[in-house]
């Protein structure tokens, strides 16, 4: 695995974090635990007609298995299924404000800045590791096992350690890691595994 | 209840080859479909639709999300497979941007037909080209019905094993 550009945009960089008491040694010593919590995140939404409707339309998805129950039944499902793509990150939302929070846009932010959001995996805590100060986005692994359906509503448990791969690359020193997370429906079937890779590192200080 | 939507074509795992191409799907991305994009599937980062935020971040414009990205290999495969196939993996990495403004091609090929668990299995190699170069790749591992059972949509249990 390798880092694919490189100049990597700001656009895709996360903060700084690390101790310089750790080495990768320490990270790789780490894989397998659990930087969850023991949280787990409940989505806010029940799946309906018009929120598949809403997903399916943009990049219009005309298999009718996600538009019909009839079809859908008769293809062995419960009901409308949601799109296999939609499972992570879309139907796994947790919402960005519930009254009695404060706004999420205050009136002196300014136009271009970014209100809170919420999590979509459960986080607490990172793993022992050197300082590093960026990290963006390098690939993803999704499994899917019990269909999402129509009426479901998902949750995320786990931030599992998955792999620790430290390597010098064209943007930087620092490692390859992944975290891995499972989905659940509300009778507590599993719905996919999804594994998520990132590079974190420090860049390379320019000549 | 009369059915409101025609069935598609199925596609089935004993008449597929190594090497077949799927068909591909062009896709025009402009500023609104970067809007309900973001809004079908709850991503707002300004990254997704603020060209401002996108080009100050090294970008050529606002552009898609991971997950975006990915629904556009959703669009292609589901396209082809029928109503009886199922996805049981996918595997992606981003390489390059996908703009507002910009035109992405999607395709596919079968890059490996086989049984496993017992399941009929393909593996099909995905790729996403940007205007300037391969913006995406990775594969799809689509569980297909035989015509020994026309109408048997493949299930499979927490370990991956047909049920």
């Not at chain 1, 690939?139 to 999402?148: G, K, N, S």
């Not at chain 2, 069935?7 to 402009?30: A, C, H, M, R």
């Not at chain 2, 049981?88 to 668990?117: L, S």
């Amino acid at each position: 695995m390798s880092a694919s550009n490189k100049n990597v945009p700001a656009s895709r960089k996360r903060g700084p974090k690390g101790d310089t008491g750790y080495t990768w040694d320490d990270t790789i010593a780490a894989i397998g635990k659990d930087y969850s919590g023991g949280k787990v995140l409940v989505a806010d939404e029940t799946i309906d007609e018009s929120s598949l409707a809403r997903y399916c339309e943009v990049f219009e998805f005309g298999n009718p298995i996600f538009w019909d129950d009839e079809i859908a039944q008769r293809a062995g499902y419960r009901a409308q299924v949601a799109p296999w793509a939609s499972i992570k990150d879309t139907f796994s939302y947790g919402g960005s404000w519930r009254p009695g929070e404060p706004t999420r846009y205050p009136l002196d932010m300014e136009i271009d800045a970014r209100g809170a959001n919420a999590v979509r995996v459960p986080t607490e805590g990172e793993p022992p590791m050197p300082p590093v100060t960026t990290t963006f986005f390098t690939d993803m692994t999704i499994e899917f096992f019990e269909p999402v359906c129509k009426g479901d509503n998902i949750s995320v448990m786990g931030r599992r350690l998955a792999s620790v791969s430290p390597k010098t690359t064209s943007v930087g020193e620092g490692a390859f890691i992944s975290f891995a997370s499972e989905y659940f429906n509300q009778r507590g079937e599993l719905v996919a595994r999804a594994t998520q890779g990132s590079y974190t590192y420090n860049p390379k200080k320019k000549d | 209840m009369a059915i409101k939507y025609s069935i598609p074509q199925q596609v089935y795992w004993d008449d597929v080859n190594e090497g077949d191409e799927i068909p591909s799907v062009d896709f025009n991305l402009t500023i609104q479909r970067m809007v309900i994009a973001a809004g079908g599937n709850r991503n707002f980062s300004p990254l997704h639709h603020n060209t401002r935020i996108g080009k100050a971040a090294g970008a050529g414009d606002m552009f898609l999300q991971n997950g975006s990205c990915l629904m556009l290999w959703e669009r292609v495969v589901s396209d082809w497979c029928g109503i009886y196939a199922r996805v049981k993996k996918v595997t992606f990495r981003i390489t390059d941007f996908h703009n507002a403004g910009e035109k992405i091609h999607v395709g596919g090929k079968i890059a490996r037909k086989y049984q496993e668990d017992g399941l009929n299995l393909v593996d099909l190699k995905m790729q996403s080209d940007t205007p300037r170069k391969v913006g995406m790749t990775g594969t799809v591992v689509l569980a297909l019905p035989t015509r020994s059972n026309l109408t048997g949509t493949p299930r499979w249990n927490a370990k991956g094993v047909a049920c």
